[in-house]
């Protein structure tokens, strides 16, 4: 069965202070993964997908990262705008769905 | 991308009615999917429609109490039936566009059961 663990559940940044956003996986054959943006009472807001490890992809202020166990979504220099939560999900070779995540909502202060 | 339509976008209900959400797409797809994200949760798929065929639903999810009508390539409904505050959640609709599987999102409909 997939698993998808999120860490940390939330976290709070000042603007302009950098971080990371974990994204742990275990599948059976990885055929993508997934980073959502959801802002609240929305639907999610499709960011990144990546394929296979070593790969990046970045999206103004966003970095996500790939290696065979995780994922990692990098902020760099945040802005309030960028508060959300933040989503991942994996589709492996033997499912038909995503496996979402639950996510890390994250705070960004003026 | 895709621009994906729900309506409504949000509602209240009384425990006992049924609530039909829709959801437009403006291009034809194949197949669209309907989540469920109960509040502080995160999403899971309730079913999926293919046109002209029965939907598929999830372990957990049956279709007397989540009936689906999938009358064309660009169109979906969801119904909740005989709602409980338990059914309070967002419900998005969601389509798979091009080769590589990405998935989007309506901007989801958010129904509290009193």
């Known amino acids: 069965e997939d698993q998808v663990t999120q860490s940390p559940e939330a976290l709070r940044l000042q603007e302009g202070e950098s971080s990371s956003l974990n994204c742990s996986y275990t599948v059976s054959g990885l055929r993508g993964l997934f980073w959502y943006r959801q802002d609240p009472g929305k639907g999610p807001e499709f960011l990144f997908t990546?394929?296979?490890a070593g790969e990046e992809k970045e999206k103004e202020r966003l970095k996500a990262t790939l290696t065979k166990k995780e994922s990692f979504l990098h902020i760099t220099a945040p802005k309030p705008e960028d508060s959300a939560t933040y989503l991942c999900a994996v589709l492996s070779g033997s499912a038909r769905q995503l496996t979402f995540g639950s996510g890390t909502q994250l705070t960004v202060l003026p | 991308s895709a621009v994906i339509s729900q309506k409504p976008s949000r509602d209240i209900c009384q425990r006992g009615t049924s609530l039909t959400i829709q959801c437009q797409v403006d291009?034809?797809?194949?197949?669209m999917f309907w989540y469920r994200q109960q509040p502080g949760q995160s999403l899971t798929l309730i079913a999926t429609a293919n046109q002209g065929s029965e939907a598929t639903y999830e372990s957990g999810f049956v279709i007397d109490k989540f009936p689906i009508s999938r009358p064309n390539l660009t169109f979906s409904t969801l119904t909740v039936s005989n709602m409980s505050p338990e059914d309070s959640s967002i419900y998005l609709c969601s389509v798979v566009l091009g080769f590589n599987e990405k998935l989007f999102f309506g901007s989801g409909t958010q129904l509290s059961v009193l």
């Open positions: 291009s034809q797809v194949t197949m």
């Open positions: 990546l394929y296979s």
